[in-house]
T-cell receptor, first 112, second 114 residues
């Protein structure tokens, strides 16, 4: 399976943009990039996903490079409640039946 | 609307006992997933249901683990002869129809095997 690599941890000041990178150099053409986050002691929460175009919703923006080998999740104005583990994953459906392969993720800490 | 619910939220059992963990998916969602999360790790896939049938059970660690979804809604994860290594948070997720639909997770059941 194609895999992703993310930094282990990142810090961000409250009110500033948090930019979380993800490398997926072996991504297949039919694989979507998905981002979830997990706040302590809760289940993972869906954030955003995309195939090749940049995407934006009420939570975040997703920037995918033209070659699709990497992407960046942007939280435009981070708050203390955004402190969580952020997971970047690939999901193609088909033979993978949509199962998500979580890695270690990035621990984002938002400071006052 | 109501999200995915899981019961119990916490379960403490003794080594060798049998346990059942329940998942109520979002109403109308046909796809259901079970994951297991050990301390300090990301969730690991266990099994995926499409409707009543298990479409992919490749993540179940051994034959002590079994899951059912008899009517295509509620699912039960069953663990026989529990071992201390089974201690983890068991997460359930559902999605509307297809495997590539967004998965919505429940809060999990924390299982502790003494």
């Amino acid at each position: 399976d194609a895999k992703t690599t993310q930094p282990t941890s990142m810090d961000c000041a409250e009110g500033r943009a948090a930019n979380l990178p993800c490398n997926h150099s072996t991504i297949s053409g039919n694989e979507y990039v998905y981002w979830y986050r997990q706040i302590h002691s809760q289940g993972p929460q869906y954030i955003i996903h995309g195939l090749k175009n940049n995407e934006t919703n009420e939570m975040a923006s997703l920037i995918i490079t033209e070659d699709r080998k990497s992407s960046t999740l942007i939280l435009p104005h981070a708050t203390l409640r955004d402190t969580a583990v952020y997971y970047c994953m690939l999901n193609a459906g088909g033979t993978s039946y949509g199962k998500l392969t979580f890695g270690q993720g990035t621990i984002l800490t938002v400071h006052p | 609307g109501a999200g995915v619910s899981q019961t119990p939220s916490n379960k403490v059992t003794e080594k060798g006992k049998y346990v059942e963990l329940r998942c109520d998916p979002i109403s109308g969602h046909t796809a259901l997933y079970w994951y297991r999360q050990s301390l300090g790790q990301g969730p690991e896939f266990l099994i995926y249901f499409q409707g009543t049938g298990a479409a992919d059970d490749s993540g179940l660690p051994n034959d002590r683990f079994f899951a059912v979804r008899p009517e295509g809604s509620v699912s039960t994860l069953k663990i026989q002869r529990t071992e201390r290594g089974d201690s983890a948070v068991y997460l359930c997720a559902s999605s509307p129809t297809r495997a590539t639909d967004t998965q919505y997770f429940g809060p999990g059941t924390r299982l502790t095997v003494l």
